[in-house]
């Protein structure tokens, strides 16, 4: 680890995990051994781990900052827990299943001392197969933004304005654009943006906080890009959501509910909003189901 200095670091990296103390461990080498200009703190928050996260931090990682709960709090709440003691110049959101490309912090850092006016930026994300981890840049989810990704419009149609916005998917991946929102799985923050929007809105237990604090950021007048100079691999899952994956599909869907009704129910007639609480209803049912059958239990997509 970079040594503390009474100088604020560049980054704070805060991560939450729970039960990933292999990919935890390649996830902290992989930040040292590619992180050669820019300073950071690591701030790990544990989930109430039942492996050896905690006493492989303390004998491989002492200068880690470690905040132990006793059971799972689900993830935004842990993350504030990390992001409220952090000192650097830039808050960094990482899960503990990514693995960080050759410069990509010191990369990031340039990107963002090079732009004022960006609050929030995220890398290209990778999954474990080099292929582009869509997910990682996204629309604000309206309506019909939900409708084309789950009914497979967007597949079918990629480079489609119409049906591909919510993915992105018709903007080059080795594009650097603006965006409506970016994953959490790395989402680097500038310090004024936490300072003047606050932190993370902990009435999502997990899922949809990232898109409700780019969606704040943007209405306070801050940018969001996606910068593919910088790149990590995020294996997906493995840092929580897969250990209880019936309580995470719950609490995905619900969370969607929370970030709809605050942010874009207003918007849009009442019958629309009631079609949008319906369908909903009708996903998660096919959610439950769908994973009771399934031998290996998935969040979300499944990644590469």
Not at 81 to 94: I, M, N, T
Not at 99 to 104: D, I, Q, R
Not at 257 to 269: F, N, R, V
Not at 279 to 290: E, H, N, P, Q, V
Request: proline share 4%.
């Amino acid at each position: 680890m970079n040594e503390q200095t009474a100088t604020p670091p560049d980054f704070s990296i805060c991560i939450v995990t729970l039960n990933a103390v292999n990919y935890l461990r390649d996830c902290l080498n992989s930040l040292r051994d590619t992180t050669h200009q820019a300073s950071y703190e690591v701030i790990v928050v544990d989930n109430g781990s039942s492996d050896e996260t905690i006493a492989m931090l303390k004998q491989e990682f002492p200068g880690v900052t470690i905040i132990s709960n006793e059971e799972n709090l689900g993830y935004t709440h842990p993350m504030n827990q990390a992001l409220k003691p952090a000192k650097g110049r830039y808050l960094v959101q990482l899960n503990a299943d990514t693995l960080v490309h050759s410069s990509a912090f010191d990369t990031l850092l340039g990107f963002m001392e090079a732009h004022p006016d960006v609050g929030i930026c995220t890398p290209k994300m990778l999954n474990s197969d080099g292929s582009l981890q869509v997910q990682c840049r996204r629309s604000a989810a309206r309506p019909w933004d939900v409708i084309t990704y789950f009914s497979g419009l967007w597949k079918l149609f990629p480079r489609s304005r119409l049906f591909g916005r919510y993915l992105l998917t018709y903007r080059g991946e080795d594009e650097t654009h603006e965006v409506d929102a970016v994953s959490g799985s790395c989402m680097v923050i500038r310090r004024e943006v936490i300072e003047e929007i606050g932190y993370l809105d902990e009435a999502y237990f997990a899922f949809q906080e990232d898109t409700d604090f780019c969606v704040r950021a943007h209405k306070a007048g801050w940018k969001v890009y996606y910068f593919p100079l910088a790149q990590i691999t995020h294996f997906g899952g493995k840092s929580g959501t897969g250990h209880q994956p019936f309580r995470s599909i719950y609490h995905w869907h619900r969370s969607y509910l929370i970030y709809y009704q605050k942010h874009l129910a207003g918007e849009y007639l009442f019958l629309v909003n009631w079609l949008m609480y319906a369908g909903m209803a009708l996903k998660l049912g096919i959610a439950l189901a769908a994973n009771l059958l399934r031998r290996e239990k998935v969040v979300g997509t499944r990644k590469p």
